[in-house]
């Protein structure tokens, strides 16, 4: 009987031709076959809207031995709708958004187009995991995340990850001693101010950039992706779909509604 290799879908919200992606597929050839469903181009912040009101296009962009790499004009959870529905031969083993440039820590990982792609596989009840870098440059250095990458998908491809549970994974900037080791940690409390950017039109209108700069509300806590980013280590928070927040039942129950 023939043993077929685990199948991986990748997506991203850097679109397909980011470097990000394409590490991330050489990088993972040969664990399995792999599908690329990409936007067309960036779609960060996007999180995990779909388009309930536009028509999709897909376009198959390259086909070799192993990887078939699509593109599609929606969203990044869009790709992996779309995937799943008109390009995977079978359910995948795995899905994996990746390898962002820029990190999604904290509370940037509600914003984030990567941990979309994440969720909805994870919503669909497939191990999913999300790869961020924290280096927003086009050219940025993937080479030093692949043993820790190759480590990690081995582990979920053969152990599996708790239902409802998906692995947000941030890589901080290398240093020259290297990475410090991996935590396993919980996601830092944060705040993003002075978001919004005024300007003027020399044809007499106002507009407006979406902007700001973020902030660890607490720096000195060791268990948070925060410090451990800054610290030198490697970041996994294991992410969650059940939003519930249980310790709060109680208490609203107590309204006697």
Not at 32 to 59: K, N
Not at 95 to 119: E, K, P, Q, R
Not at 181 to 189: E, I, S, T, Y
Request: hydrophobic fraction near 35%; charge should be negative; aromatic fraction near 8%.
């Amino acid at each position: 009987m023939e043993i077929k290799r685990p199948l991986l879908l990748i997506s991203n919200d850097d679109g397909y031709l980011a470097k990000g992606i394409n590490c991330l597929v050489e990088m993972l050839s040969d664990l399995g076959d792999i599908i690329v469903c990409a936007p067309e181009d960036a779609r960060s912040g996007f999180s995990c809207a779909f388009s309930a009101t536009a028509p999709l296009r897909l376009q198959c962009r390259a086909q070799r031995p192993g990887v078939e790499i699509w593109s599609c004009t929606g969203t990044p959870v869009d790709c992996v709708k779309m995937a799943l529905a008109e390009i995977v031969p079978r359910t995948p083993d795995l899905v994996i958004g990746g390898i962002n440039h820029g990190d999604n820590a904290s509370v940037n990982a509600h914003y984030s187009g990567t941990m979309g792609v994440t969720l909805e596989g994870c919503m669909k009840y497939i191990p999913s995991v999300a790869f961020s870098l924290c280096d927003h440059r086009e050219d940025a250095d993937f080479e030093p995340l692949r043993p820790l990458i190759h480590e990690i998908i081995q582990r979920v491809l053969h152990e599996g990850l708790p239902l409802g549970v998906c692995l947000n994974v941030n890589f901080p900037l290398l240093e020259e001693s290297g990475y410090k080791g991996v935590r396993v940690c919980r996601m830092a409390k944060g705040t993003w101010g002075q978001e919004v950017t005024k300007c003027h039109h020399p044809r007499g209108y106002d507009y407006w950039w979406m902007v700001g700069s973020y902030t660890n509300d607490e720096p000195e806590a060791e268990d948070t992706d925060n410090w451990a980013l800054t610290h030198g280590y490697v970041a996994i928070t294991p992410t969650q779909i059940d939003i519930t927040a249980y310790q709060a039942m109680d208490k609203i129950k107590s309204w006697g509604l």
